[in-house]
């Protein structure tokens, strides 16, 4: 079976830091792009970042730039998201995605982050 | 950045009477191969989001034949032609052609 498996998630105070992993199994993870989507409490879907299957390219939404950087190691089929200066506001369940014929095909379960003092 | 604006928000349906979804996109979400690149997601009560209609128009696999999507440009709809319990959710849809990624603002669905 395709599968994401997300882990790292926890509480940290605001300030802090965090890695966020995503282990992808049953599937050519070298392949794919990958996505990293976070859904606050009782909130709507955001995206925060996409890398291209060999880790050349790399796309963020504006309010995670220069904090949170994605990246992947095709050898471990595993995908990451380092989290700095973490807010409040960070606070979230976080995705991985793959994409697929334009689309986010495969979803993990979640990982919850909590940035709080 | 690209706007993706969804109604209803809400969507109180009877089982076995069908149900419609609009997604507008800010701007052309047609791409210069011909498709349009647009999704459907559903995000069940307690679970991550799945993929519904890829491409505008296509049904991802394992998705029943009662749902549909259609448009082009920037006017979207997925069409339910029964519901039933099991479709109960938010539904998203999402343009992965303009950075940044956007979703809509989700449009739930409940059973009457």
């Known amino acids: 079976e395709v599968q994401l498996v997300e882990s790292g998630g926890g509480l940290v105070q605001p300030g802090g830091s965090l890695r966020l992993s995503c282990a992808a199994s049953t599937f050519t993870f070298s392949s794919h792009w990958m996505n990293w989507v976070r859904q606050a409490p009782g909130k709507g879907l955001e995206w925060l970042a996409s890398?291209?299957?060999?880790?050349?390219?790399?796309e963020y939404v504006d309010s995670v730039k220069g904090r949170f950087t994605i990246s992947r190691d095709n050898a471990e089929n595993s995908l990451y998201l380092q989290m700095h200066s973490l807010r409040v506001e960070d606070t979230a369940v976080y995705y991985c995605?793959?994409?697929?014929?334009?689309?986010?095909?495969?979803w993990g379960q979640g990982t919850m982050v909590t940035v709080s003092s | 950045d690209v706007v993706m604006t969804q109604s209803p928000l809400s969507l109180p349906v009877t089982p076995g009477e069908p149900a419609s979804i609009s997604c507008r996109s800010s701007q052309s979400l047609l791409y210069s191969n011909g498709y349009n690149y647009l999704g459907w997601y559903l995000q069940k009560p307690g679970q991550s989001p799945q993929l519904l209609i890829y491409?505008?128009?296509n049904r991802a696999s394992g998705v029943p034949d009662r749902f549909s999507g259609s448009g082009s440009g920037t006017t979207f709809t997925l069409k339910i032609s029964r519901v039933e319990a099991e479709d109960v959710g938010i539904y998203y849809c999402m343009q992965p052609l303009h950075t940044p990624v956007t979703f809509g603002q989700g449009t739930r669905l409940e059973i009457k």
């Open positions: 995605s793959r994409s697929s014929s334009g689309a986010y095909d495969v």
């Open positions: 491409l505008g128009s």
């Open positions: 890398i291209k299957e060999d880790g050349s390219e790399k």
